[in-house]
């Protein structure tokens, strides 16, 4: 399924243009201050995922997402601060209906999917996500100088840790074995992939 749903390499607009030092500084901090309030939306969401699952794979797999999230809560700050953002300026940001479309999307899926499915959609992104991150982390030391404390935020979602993908795989399979995974987790999938572009782009827009 990633590979079915996966981006084409134009569709973000954004990348490209971090990528080749283009996209203005204060871009970048917009993205830093639409993720302090996307990733503690969905530290909640992957909790209440974890709390509906009715198998321990899955109670797991959002579990462990959930801890990812709050690690990636405390690399914030050191990100937007790089960036000229401290924290009463993220306080004060005005957020983009746009980028957060997709942590009200992640939201809606933990109150009203079947916690398979938001499984199988979440798996589908994930690709997608750690490449986007990648690409920025790479840029931040190239085209704009941060170091690697002020990286670490993209670092953690570039590289995942072996364990995340085996709790991934295990949760798919155990839905999959108990007939509760249905054609909506596709359809989970393809919106999660639309939701996630539309954040980048959002910000693309910024960049003029």
């Known amino acids: 399924m ?5 981006p084409q390499d134009d569709d973000n607009r954004l990348v490209p243009l971090v990528r ?6 204060a871009v970048l901090a917009a993205l830093a201050a639409e993720e302090h309030r996307i990733v503690a939306s969905d530290w909640r969401s992957f909790l209440t995922l974890a709390g509906r699952a009715t198998d321990e794979p899955t109670r797991e797999f959002f579990a462990g997402l959930a801890q990812g999230e709050g690690v990636a809560l405390k690399a914030l700050p050191v990100l937007a601060s790089a960036l000229g953002m401290d924290r009463e300026a993220v306080r004060a940001y005005r ?16 109150l009203n999917a079947e916690p398979a499915d938001a499984v199988v959609g979440v798996v589908a992104n994930f690709a997608a996500w750690g490449q986007y991150c990648a690409s920025i982390a790479k840029a931040l030391r190239s085209q ?13 979602f570039a590289s995942p ?7 991934a795989l295990a949760a798919v399979q155990a839905g999959i074995d108990a007939g ?7 359809e989970y999938g393809r ?6 572009l539309m954040f980048w782009n959002t910000l693309a827009d910024q960049a003029g």
């Open 180 to 186: 509760r995974v249905t054609d909506a987790a596709r």
């Open 191 to 196: 919106l999660f992939q639309s939701y996630e």
């Open 2 to 6: 990633q590979q079915d749903l996966a």
């Open 161 to 167: 840790p072996p364990e995340a993908q085996e709790q």
């Open 20 to 25: 080749d030092g283009r996209a203005p500084r």
């Open 95 to 110: 957020p983009q209906a746009g980028c957060q479309a997709y942590p009200a999307y992640v939201a809606w899926l933990a």
């Open 144 to 156: 704009y100088g941060l170091d690697d404390d002020a990286c670490a935020f993209f670092d953690m």
